[in-house]
């Protein structure tokens, strides 16, 4: 949703004062440990673009050939020279200006297409429109331009919705024609319009029709995402309404019917929601509906993310396996969160897993972060999605999609290495994004409370990836990076994920770029997306065992490929 005109400003609650047990509250790192500083050597070189081979269904392997087929030696690990300290070697980002919530992606001609808000006259002025970018493996991207213009048909900007190709002309603009409907809000009101794409996807044209749904007099009604329900012949359509959900059906997409509604009052005001199906374990024979919302977290010790429930869907209404919601990611920065899936592979496989992308940044510092050349945060990387049973309870687990593999180098790695204390020895990144896999255990004779990894750490800054082993929690800390300081407290919070020993480790896969840290514990069961902001040039790696022993038994670091945004011009 686009909240450009007043950036800072959290959905729902506000959060309430610290009353967090001792393990949530902001990481000091031990007083009296000795971290050696370490030197990383710049390496100042041209980037190129590099073009590549065709994707396998799913991403399983390199789609293009900027993500294979290139010859290490022509691979660069460190970002342009004329790049802002900020700006991200693996994240989409705009080249300036403002971005937010993405929009869901479809396969159409040989890409992914995907669009995102962005504010072409921030910070002078207001208003959303979407932006679009393509990609064949979901990791390099190229600038498309702007598909749908705000302020064009006087209905207001271009805010959050969803697009779908219209495969079998139900709305009567042509088979295979690509239709969104999205937010239009003028005047403090909000509708829902529909454009028509016609030429793949690269510039829409409002109906004349418009609005297709006229707002009922709510003050919040908003971001619809539409489905396709094979089982009943129709389209779905899930809608945002304050602390409600409304599920609608049509035949055409343009006259809708409503059937019902999912409310919570415990989650703020709910934004940008989702509804798929998907198939638990794998299990074709076995699927469930998903409902997913933006949402604020405060009453359940969370800031706002994306909160999610199992259940079905019956062709008038949604019921859920539980009143509890689950989340699809724990840290501080996860919001407008979109998902789909690869219409490429055979059915089974369709159902069996899912991408994900969400917004890197919180309403409570949006407009405040320490970047210049554009505003917004970035986008996560994209996440491949499966439902499986953890613990006895159908859970949406999140990994690193496949295809960013491609773009690690040669790894450093260790074995077995035994923890006490702080501990300056471990391999160095060599390049400005990286990929940290560890496995981490407390030792059965002298076991650790916790293991804290020093992550871009240099001249008084750093921010900690850690696990709590005695309350089974991973965790985020940045109180200490370089922007901490300037942000609102909400920065400052730290973020938890379960994280049960398991089998007798606990593994973190960990992708740190120039201003974010995503983090997958055992296997995806949990996952925590943070930004972090260090000094510049700051990347240093350390760990400290506290209360005892860790080991580490396994740790690998490779350094990832600048993947550059292709840009226009």
Not at 234 to 249: C, I, Q, R, S
């Amino acid at each position: 949703m686009n909240r450009t005109h007043r950036p800072g400003a959290p959905p729902g609650s506000v959060a309430p004062a610290d009353r967090r047990p001792w393990w949530r509250r902001p990481v000091a790192w031990t007083t009296g440990a000795a971290v050696a500083a370490v030197a990383i050597v710049a390496i100042v070189a041209i980037v190129a673009v590099m073009l590549a081979p065709a994707a396998t269904p799913g991403g399983d392997a390199p789609a293009t050939a900027e993500a294979s087929g290139t010859p290490e030696s022509s691979r660069e690990y460190t970002r342009p020279s004329d790049w802002s300290t900020y700006r991200p070697a693996v994240h989409l980002t705009p080249a300036e200006r403002w971005m937010n919530d993405p929009q869901r992606p479809f396969w159409l001609d040989g890409r992914w297409h995907y669009y995102y808000l962005y504010n072409a006259d921030y910070p002078e002025g207001n208003g959303t429109e979407w932006y679009h970018a393509t990609s064949t493996d979901l990791v390099h991207w190229r600038d498309e331009g702007v598909a749908i213009e705000k302020y064009e048909n006087g209905l207001g900007d271009i805010e959050t919705g969803s697009a779908v190709i219209d495969t079998e002309n139900t709305a009567g603009f042509g088979p295979g024609a690509v239709i969104a409907i999205m937010t239009q809000q003028h005047e403090g009101v909000q509708r829902q319009s529909l454009f028509v794409s016609t030429d793949g996807g690269y510039r829409f044209e409002p109906f004349d029709g418009n609005p297709v749904m006229d707002n009922p007099g709510e003050a919040h009604w908003r971001d619809p995402k539409i489905v396709w329900d094979d089982a009943r012949d129709e389209w779905l359509m899930v809608l945002a309404e304050g602390h409600k959900l409304g599920f609608y059906t049509s035949p055409d997409l343009k006259d809708w019917t409503y059937r019902s509604g999912f409310e919570r009052g415990d989650l703020g005001i709910l934004e940008c929601p989702d509804l798929f199906r998907i198939s638990l374990d794998g299990d074709p024979a076995k699927t469930t509906w998903v409902l997913a919302a933006g949402v604020n977290g405060a009453e359940h010790g969370m800031t706002t993310g994306t909160a999610y429930w199992t259940g079905d869907w019956d062709g008038e209404q949604f019921t859920a396996d539980s009143a509890d919601a689950a989340w699809l990611d724990h840290g501080a920065d996860f919001y407008a969160s979109v998902t789909w899936d690869d219409p490429r592979l055979p059915e089974s496989e369709r159902l069996a897993k899912r991408y994900s992308i969400g917004w890197l940044n919180n309403w409570a510092y949006a407009g405040d972060l320490p970047t210049k050349d554009w505003h917004g945060g970035s986008d996560s990387v994209v996440r491949e999605l499966a439902l499986r049973t953890v613990d006895g309870r159908p859970t949406l687990v999140s990994n690193p999609v496949a295809a960013l593999a491609e773009l690690e180098g040669e790894a450093q790695t260790e074995q077995n290495l035994t923890v006490h204390g702080a501990d300056s020895e471990l391999p160095q990144p060599t390049a400005d994004a990286y990929r940290l896999r560890v496995e981490v255990s407390p030792d059965p004779r002298e076991p650790a409370s916790e293991v804290r990894f020093r992550v871009k750490d240099g001249e008084g800054a750093f921010a900690t990836v850690g696990v709590d082993f005695a309350s089974e929690v991973a965790f985020i800390a940045r109180d200490a990076d370089a922007a901490a300081a300037g942000l609102p407290t909400e920065y400052r919070e730290v973020r938890t994920a379960p994280a049960k020993v398991r089998d007798g480790v606990v593994t973190l896969d960990v992708i740190v770029d120039a201003s974010s840290v995503e983090v997958f514990v055992n296997d995806g069961e949990a996952a925590l997306s943070s930004l972090v902001f260090g000094a510049p040039g700051a990347n240093g790696l350390a760990v400290e065992s506290v209360g005892g022993t860790t080991d580490v038994r396994s740790l690998r670091l490779a350094p990832l490929a600048v993947a550059p945004v292709e840009r226009l011009g």
